[in-house]
């Protein structure tokens, strides 16, 4: 193998040796069950989808998300519409639905 072949086969390689193009996958705590997801962030949308099998709907229904083991200079807090989180092992959410009438 040349050198530049050996480059071009670890190009993708970040320092410790591990391959940046694989997923990783990080096992979360949802309304009180494990889910593994490979996303690096999580959107409201994307919460409820692990929280409920068939999510309540209607023009009132509100979801309130809760979290906490979070990331660095934010270990917990509450997602808004809109608002995404980034992921860390062991990260745990509380999702809950509301009825706003």
Do not use: W
Request: glycine share 10%.
């Amino acid at each position: 193998m040349t050198d530049n072949q050996q480059h071009d086969q670890h190009e993708g390689d970040d320092d410790r040796g591990h391959d940046k193009g694989r997923d990783k996958t990080f096992t979360i705590i949802v309304n009180g069950r494990e889910k593994t997801v490979t996303a690096r962030q999580l959107s409201v949308d994307d919460l409820v989808k692990l929280a409920f099998e068939n999510p309540p709907t209607g023009e009132f229904i509100c979801f309130t998300i809760t979290y906490r083991r979070g990331q660095g200079n934010k270990p917990e807090g509450t997602l808004e519409e809109g608002e995404t989180v980034k992921v860390k092992k062991g990260m745990i959410f509380n999702v809950t639905a509301t009825d706003k009438s």
